[in-house]
């Protein structure tokens, strides 16, 4: 059964790791997809001619989604494209592990800026498309595990995503009046270009898939089905929700 036939779906920072698997899974479900992507063009085209071989349309629109103007464009391109936004997942995000006490600002400014600020703009640009269309939507925020507990060289990087998570509660509340479901998935520790290297010390890798009771790490595939759940009509009455895709990290205190 295809999910998304015949939906729209917009994804940022969708060439590598849980944005690309969601962009592809989309479009196995029969979604044209939009990919956001900020750096070199080589993954986002491949992973354009991934879902062209899927039989389904795709446009790769280049920026940075801390610039709200990038928001702008690539629904509007989105758009032109497709004739329309149904669903927007905003995962686009920056996690440079670095330790407290000697944080240098411009770390801090810039995953804000990234993870937090460009959530905000890419939303609040597919809500206003969804609203002059009239006939709902579904947005869904990849925030974190990290939304809930804390993490050493992580504390610019946990705030954003715990607001992240917020952010979707708030325009649950906003966006409920048009139809429009927000929603966030929790990913616990995937597999992905951003924390290869922090997973390349093999103790703390060791460390880490010991916590989580189905035994091995996440691969940004495992994100793929509960974004496409959450983004279908199969979870038409959820809104306001996080829904944790640890492999059960989060409840293993002991
Ligand atoms: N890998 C993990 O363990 C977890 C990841 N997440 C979140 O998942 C999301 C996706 O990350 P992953 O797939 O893991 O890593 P990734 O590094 O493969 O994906 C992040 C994507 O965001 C893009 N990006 C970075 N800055 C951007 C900008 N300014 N504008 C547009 N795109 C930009 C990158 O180019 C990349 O394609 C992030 O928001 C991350 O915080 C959440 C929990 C766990
Ligand atoms: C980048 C981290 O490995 C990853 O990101 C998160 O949000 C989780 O906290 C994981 O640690």
Redesign the pocket.
Same mark, same amino acid.
């Given at each position: 059964m295809k999910l998304l036939e015949g939906k729209t779906v917009l994804i940022?920072? $969708?060439? =590598?790791?849980?944005?690309? $698997?969601a962009a592809i899974g989309a479009a196995r479900h029969g979604a044209d997809v939009a990919l956001?992507?900020?750096?070199s063009d080589g993954?986002a085209q491949s992973c354009v001619a991934e879902i062209e071989a899927l039989g389904r349309r795709a446009l790769a629109v280049k920026?940075?989604? $801390?610039?709200p103007e990038?928001a702008r464009d690539f629904v509007a391109k989105a758009v032109d494209a497709f004739g329309k936004v149904d669903v927007m997942v905003?995962?686009?995000?920056?996690?440079p592990f670095h330790s407290f006490l000697d944080m240098p600002a411009e770390v801090v400014e810039?995953t804000f800026?990234?993870?937090l600020h460009?959530?905000y703009y890419m939303v609040q640009a597919a809500a206003r498309q969804m609203v002059e269309q009239g006939h709902g939507g579904a947005i869904v925020a990849?925030?974190?595990?990290?939304a809930l507990v804390g993490g050493e060289f992580q504390t610019h990087?946990t705030p954003?995503?715990a607001g992240?998570h917020s952010l979707m509660q708030s325009t649950a509340i906003a966006l409920g009046k048009y139809g429009i479901r927000c929603n966030s998935?929790?990913?616990? =520790?995937?597999?992905?270009?951003?924390?290869r290297d922090d997973l390349a010390d093999v103790e703390k890798r060791r460390y880490m898939e010991a916590r989580t009771p189905l035994g091995r790490?996440?691969q940004?595939e495992d994100?793929a089905g509960p974004i496409v759940f959450l983004a279908s009509d199969m979870a038409a009455y959820v809104t306001g929700a996080a829904l944790l895709v640890?492999g059960g990290m989060y409840v293993n205190l002991q």
């Amino acid at each position: 059964m295809k999910l998304l036939e015949g939906k729209t779906v917009l994804i940022t920072g $969708a060439s =590598t790791g849980i944005g690309r $698997a969601a962009a592809i899974g989309a479009a196995r479900h029969g979604a044209d997809v939009a990919l956001n992507y900020a750096h070199s063009d080589g993954p986002a085209q491949s992973c354009v001619a991934e879902i062209e071989a899927l039989g389904r349309r795709a446009l790769a629109v280049k920026g940075d989604v $801390a610039d709200p103007e990038t928001a702008r464009d690539f629904v509007a391109k989105a758009v032109d494209a497709f004739g329309k936004v149904d669903v927007m997942v905003s995962n686009a995000g920056i996690c440079p592990f670095h330790s407290f006490l000697d944080m240098p600002a411009e770390v801090v400014e810039r995953t804000f800026r990234v993870n937090l600020h460009g959530a905000y703009y890419m939303v609040q640009a597919a809500a206003r498309q969804m609203v002059e269309q009239g006939h709902g939507g579904a947005i869904v925020a990849v925030s974190s595990i990290s939304a809930l507990v804390g993490g050493e060289f992580q504390t610019h990087y946990t705030p954003t995503k715990a607001g992240v998570h917020s952010l979707m509660q708030s325009t649950a509340i906003a966006l409920g009046k048009y139809g429009i479901r927000c929603n966030s998935v929790l990913p616990g =520790t995937i597999l992905t270009e951003i924390n290869r290297d922090d997973l390349a010390d093999v103790e703390k890798r060791r460390y880490m898939e010991a916590r989580t009771p189905l035994g091995r790490l996440g691969q940004p595939e495992d994100l793929a089905g509960p974004i496409v759940f959450l983004a279908s009509d199969m979870a038409a009455y959820v809104t306001g929700a996080a829904l944790l895709v640890d492999g059960g990290m989060y409840v293993n205190l002991q």
